[in-house]
T-cell receptor, first 115, second 113 residues
Framework: DVKVTQSSRYLVKRTGEKVFLECVQD?????MFWYRQDPGLGLRLIYF???????EKGDIPEGYSVSREKKERFSLILESASTNQTSMYLC??????????????FGSGTRLTVV | KQEVTQIPAALSVPEGENLVLNCSFT??????LQWFRQDPGKGLTSLLL?????REQTSGRLNASLDKSSGRSTLYIAASQPGDSATYLC????????????FGEGTQLTVNP
């Protein structure tokens, strides 16, 4: 069964800490995505990547960065965590290119609390 | 910019009822449409994927239809069960958003025993 694995289900971090959220997929997908989900705001795209070492800003990239050194792994980095980054973070992957007909696969999410 | 709307926002039904969830999108030039289920505090589980050339997809008690020209999709759930209680999300790929996924706000479904 194909999988997108997020390394942590729950994380509690302190304000100002550097936080790494890891995501690994085993489907050889080119595309990988990071979303955050908040009540009343839905799912919002933070960053995405079409290939190794490639990254594109999504709708809300401020305060975040990403790293994709290997095809299967996409990391989301909070350079200096703040309380307004408390949220559910979801990673997803898909096949490449426009016109894709294969859909997205999501991980189980990481609930991050910044105190 | 692609926009996706889901109606209703919440739905409460007795067990055994057949029900329909609605999804509409503003740009009909999509590549495909995907329905997801999300349980509280969990990730998204893909239910059905409808390619742009298809009209519907079925999986068990679920049937999803797609009318690209009118910008609409419906998710039909037959003989609902309490275990179907979850939030259902509609998402489209394509149109003005390219290969990015654009989500609706979701329909929160409660099936009462």
């Amino acid at each position: 069964d194909v999988k997108v694995t997020q390394s942590s289900r729950y994380l509690v971090k302190r304000t100002g800490e550097k936080v790494f959220l890891e995501c690994v997929q085993d489907m050889d997908h080119e595309n990988m995505f990071w979303y955050r989900q908040d009540p009343g705001l839905g799912l919002r795209l933070i960053y995405f990547s079409y290939d190794v070492k490639m990254k594109e800003k999504g709708d809300i990239p401020e305060g975040y960065s990403v790293s994709r050194e290997k095809k299967e792994r996409f990391s989301l980095i909070l350079e200096s965590a703040s309380t307004n980054q408390t949220s559910m973070y979801l990673c997803a992957s898909s096949w490449s290119g426009t016109g894709t007909n294969y859909g997205y696969t999501f991980g189980s999410g990481t609930r991050l609390t910044v105190v | 910019k692609q926009e996706v709307t889901q109606i209703p926002a919440a739905l409460s039904v007795p067990e055994g009822e057949n029900l329909v969830l609605n999804c509409s999108f503003t740009d009909s030039a999509i590549y495909n449409l995907q329905w997801f289920r999300q349980d509280p505090g969990k990730g998204l589980t893909s239910l059905l994927l409808i390619q742009s050339s298809q009209r519907e997809q079925t999986s068990g008690r679920l049937n999803a239809s797609l009318d690209k020209s009118s910008g609409r999709s419906t998710l039909y759930i037959a003989a609902s069960q309490p275990g179907d209680s979850a939030t259902y999300l509609c998402a489209v790929i394509g149109g003005t958003s390219g290969s990015r996924l654009t989500f609706g706000e979701g329909t929160q479904l409660t099936v009462n025993p």
